[in-house]
Each structure stands twice: as C-alpha cells, then as structure tokens.
C-alpha cells in the first residue's frame, strides 16, 4: 500500500473546494467525500456539502477502492463474505469511521491494517438512523493516521434488506431455478454492504462471488472472468461509482452478443424474443449518444432482462442496465427506456448529482438527452409526440398536487429520516428537462448547446456535481448570458427553487402531424353522446404507434367517468383491438373499464392481472378497483393470483386492498412505494417515466431510474 502525499488544497467528488482548517470531522457537518486520486492534508476542514441521506462521516475519508468476497447461498436467501476498504484519513483528530448499514447486515467481525503492521481487530456498535439504514461505528487505532492508507475489512451476512431480491423459482421467467437481484438507488445498497452510502462518494471496485453449479452471476463491472472448477465469478470496475450502482444479479442466465460492446443477457426462454426486439439497435444508440455527447466512458453497454418482480422499469448500473422482462411488449416503450439508460452512462453514472436533493442533475439531463437521441435516430415527430405523452402527465400530477406543492420544486430540500426514493417523481424527469430545454433555447442553437455538454461531461466525467456547478460552468461556456441568469420570470433561481409547472416548455409543434389524430379523435369521444361511428371509423388506431394510443386513452382517463352509453360506444370499437396491443395500452383501457363500472369488460381485468404480476401493471389496477365498487373482484384476483407475487408486492397490494394503517414495506420493513398512476414516473428507487394515472399523488411504481 502506498501512502499518499499532502496537498494543501483539493477538489472534492462534489468539485468542493476543502479549505484547510483546524476544526474537528463530526457528524453533524457531514460533507462530500473527496473524490478518486485526490485527498486534503491534515487539518482540512469539512466540505460545506451535506447528505441528510447518509449517517456517515464520508468527508473525514478518501475512498480508494473498495473489495466484495461474497457467497451465495440461494438455500436460506444469505450473501456472507466480507468487504475490505482502502480509506485515506484526511481530518486529523477523528477516532471513529462511521458508516451507512441496515438492521439487515449481521456483522460478525471488524479488523484493520496499516502498512508495517498485522490486522488488528476493532471495536464497534450500531446505532439507529432511519427506517431505511442505521449507522455503523467503528472505532479507529490509534496507528490510523492522515494521509496514509489503511484497510478496513468488514465480515458479515446479509439477510433480509431492500437492496437484496430473492425469487423462488415460480417468480422467474423460467419458474425453474432461483434468481437473486439487487437494487440500490437510491439508499438501498447499505443493507448490500456497508458503505458511504451517498452519490457525492465515488470509487472503484472489485468482487469476487462465489455461487452453486450453474449459477451465472453478472455485476454492474467493466471486467469479468469465471473460474468453473472452483465456480467463482471476478469482477473488477476499473472506473469509479458511487455505492448505489453497484448491482448483482444471479441466476439461470444466458447471453447473445448484439454488438461489438453489448450483449443482451435472460433467462433462456426469454432470450430469444429479447435479442429479436433489440437486433443491433443499442450499437446504433451508442453511436448516435457518442455524435452529441463524446464518447461512451464505461466499454462495455450490455443489458439484462429480470423478472416481473423487478421493482421498476429499468436502472442504469453502469456496464449492465437492468431492464424488466414486461416491457418487451412495447416496442417504443422499449426503444425509450433503453436509450434513457444509455443516456445515463453520459448524465447520471459518469456525472452525478452529489445529493438526492438535486436527482433533477441526472434525471433531468438523461431525459433531455434521450431525446436529442430519439431525435436524430427516429425524427423530431416521434420525439415531440413522447415528450407531450411525458408532459401531459407532469401537468396531471400537478393538478393533483397543486401549484405549491414542495415536491414540484427541482431542489427539494429533504428533512432527517425522510427516504430519497419516496420524492423521485415526475419533476425529477420532466420539469427538469424542461430547464435544460430552456438552457438549450438561450444557447441559440441545438448544436451548439450539444458541444457545450460534450465540454461538460468532459470537464465533469467521473465526479458529483451541484445544480451551481453546472450552471456556473453554462454561463462560463456562454460568457454572453451572463444576464439570463436573472431574466424577469425566468430566473435560474426561481427553477430551482419554485413550485409549480415548468417555466418554459419547449416547442413540440413538430410531431404535430402524430398529435393531431390524437386530439381530433378525443374532440369525437368528448361529449355527453356517443359521437358518429362514421367519424370514428376514419382514425385506425391499428395504425398508430403506442405513444399515440396511450396519449388518446390517458386524455380518455382524464375524463372518466363518461356516460354509459359512450363507454358502450367506446368499448364496442375498441376493447377487442386493444386485445391485440401491448400492456401498456390495455392497462390504460382497463383503468377506463374500472373507473366507468362497465362489467363486460370484466373477464378482460381478470385475464390481465391473471397474466402480469409486475408493480408496474398491477398496482394502479388494484388501486382503482379498491377506489370503486369493484373491490370485491380486487380482493378475488389478490387470493387467486398471490402465490405469483413477490412477498413486497403482495404486503403493498394487501395494503391497498385491506388500508392498513401503515405503509406497504419491504422484507425488512422499510417503506416501499406503492404506485402512482398519476405520473408513473417515480421510483420505488429508476426509475419510470411513464403516465398512468392515479388518485395517490405522491410515490409511482413505475420509474425509469
């Protein structure tokens, strides 16, 4: 182990400048980290950043690397092993190394070794923070001094915490061998391994996982290898990440190469009908990202496929994207979630926000940059028909909320013990790709704001920004607008900190020629009577694209209920096509059959919820059959259908169904959320974007991460 060199002043993760001072490292200035390769003399004082999130002392410490050596045991659902970490003390005068952990981790024991020395063993204890972590402290040897590198190694087994998924065999695809999964974001991964549980923290990783005979086992990692005699996985991220994108994922996996950087990985009866929705487009995607933004930083692109049990839509680990298996149904809501990932490996995983308090930075971004993909692969039509889709929820969700509600602002300021993933909602994704459209707009030209994040991802790559960091390096970029920052209305500071609706919207007239049928044919079903069949018969919807389906049924939802003899009329033109179509559009038409009342279409909600036992597709359901006068039906379909249910989506539909006093939780009792149909955009950690609507105003089951 090398020691580190002074240096008086450094940049931290979250490019913080750390002054040099006297003053103790303690937990109530808890700051940034410092970030990979960099590390503050003796007597730096604390970075001004703070992470209510966090328990952890992360600013007293450099993070180096950090090691995983896990066993699975698929038997009794336990990860055991130990994590050893190369920390740099960079604050003289702290004794105690305190990091983010959960009820979940049993630690069995803690040592530590400096260079010249055997490991010694520490003493510790566990304190409670939060229903979603708790904190681990450790004490220090005296022998831990700054600027030099020592090893902490933590052994411990994992039981039952929010990051870890176990499924038995009948929740898999194949319903013939066990999968596990995990899923950090946002503050998950403490109860993987214990940790600077912050995106402000970054380093590099290594694992070593050892499984039963065939057992695959992938990790969010740019290199791998596979030892088959002795049945041991090595990964190694050579770039660094914050905690929460560390992923893993183990089971009957199998994988085709799609592209000279991508492989599509599922369990076998699933991996045909992946490869053949994906064909060669995500090489076609990275190069399109790699024209506007610079290159693709992480090697390899490839993606996995999990079961319907998977939490959310889709999550951005860098080097494997988790994507659910449900949503190979729709092939543009496929095309959309993927790039939406893709576009995270520029904003979001190579530059992150440094709190949860500013996801806008990564969700924002991403979803800005998605489009300028869409946009030069699929034309600006299909682009501005998905966006008004998006923006036709955000302002859904809005009337729910209202104007003022604190949870529309771009920064939204956390209070202790308040879980990040709860808050990720619409104005995460398109409120603030509404700010960076506007960014785009005072550029004065779309290439030109192009080259300017290329500057920016090249300038950042690697570290965790604040929402000033951008906005001083936009002004510094354009030295021109220097005044836009304070232009009447418009202020950066009134983005940023007001509530309500965007300020600026971009112009979507181009997809005008997709929008239009759409509005035309809500104008014939919006009246009291069924409209002329005639009429009707002139729009065939067999022709349109998802995205122009599912903008006509939401607009349809808005209205709901409409009178029997429309929902008469509408159900015989279209209840038997829309059999045909994917699950996107048949649980927007079967929120319509619920909230109408309308029993014909009864068996089509049996079959539905028979068939999908995602979150994504069954809680709005079960939501709006609790709301009316078909709970009966939603409490029948829950006994028939349970046994297919993962135990935290049966504990939320229970929920739902019997309003239990207290929230839907997870196998370790921490909150879960349970859907919102209104926006369909919040993660229960990625992360969805979509738009199912809802009479719960604030969490979604269906976040694009």
Known sequence: MAELHQRPTTLCCCRKVLPVSGGRCGDSSRGSGPGPGSGPGPGSGPCPLVDVASASNFHCFQLRHFHL?????????????????????????????????????????????????????????????????????????????????????????????????????????????????????????????????????????????????GVTVLMSASRSSYSKQDRVFQFSME?????????????????????????VWAEPCLLSCAVNKLGGSVERWLGVAEDLFGPYLWGRCDIVFLPPSFPIVAMENPCLTFIIASILESKEFLLIDVIHEIAHGWFGNAVTNATWEEMWLSEGLATYAQRRITTEAYGEAFTCLETVFRLDALHRQ???????????????????GVNPSSLMNLFTYEKGFCFVSYLSQLSGNIKRFDTFLRAYISEFKFSSVMATDLIDYFLGYFPELKDAAEREGLEFSRWLNGSGPPLYEPDLSAGGALTRPVEELCDLWGGSDPPDLQAVQTFDLSTWNTFQTVLFLDRMLD???????????????????????????????????????????LPRIRAFLHKHTSRMYTVPLYEDLVAGVMKCVAVEMFHQTQGRLHPNLRRTLQQILFQTSTAATNQNGSTLSSGVRSSRSIFIQEKNQDGLQSCRPLEDSRCLV
């Open 69 to 213: 050596d896990l066993r699975l045991n698929f038997a009794v659902k336990e990860m055991t092993g130990w994590l050893v970490l190369d920390l740099v003390l960079v604050q003289s005068g702290v004794q105690t190394l305190v990091l983010d952990s959960h009820p979940s981790l049993l630690i069995h024991s803690i040592d530590c070794k400096v260079p010249g020395s055997g490991p010694v063993s520490l003493t510790y204890r566990v304190d409670p923070f939060t229903d979603y972590g708790s904190s681990l402290n450790i004490s220090l040897p005296a022998a831990v001094k700054p600027s030099r590198v020592f090893q902490i190694t933590v052994r411990y087994t994992t039981t039952d915490g929010p990051a870890i998924w176990w499924l038995d065999p009948e929740l898999t695809c194949s319903q013939s061998r066990p999968l596990v999964f995990t899923q950090g974001h946002s503050v998950c991964n403490r109860s993987f391994f214990p940790c600077f549980d912050t995106p402000a923290v970054k380093s590099t990783y290594t694992a070593t996982v050892r499984v039963p005979d």
């Open 239 to 263: 770039f660094p990440v914050p905690s929460y994108l560390v992923a893993l994922v183990a089971g009957e996996l199998q994988h085709v190469d799609v592209g000279p950087r991508s492989r």
């Open 398 to 416: 809005l009337r729910l909320l209202g104007d003022n509600n604190p949870v529309s602002k771009l920064q939204v300021k956390f209070e202790p």
């Open 559 to 601: 209205h709901s209920p409409v009178a029997h003899e429309v929902m008469v009329s509408l159900s015989s033109c279209y209840s038997a096509l829309f059999d045909g179509l994917n699950a996107e559009v048949q649980i927007r038409w079967l929120q319509i059959v619920v909230r109408n009342t309308f029993y014909p279409d």
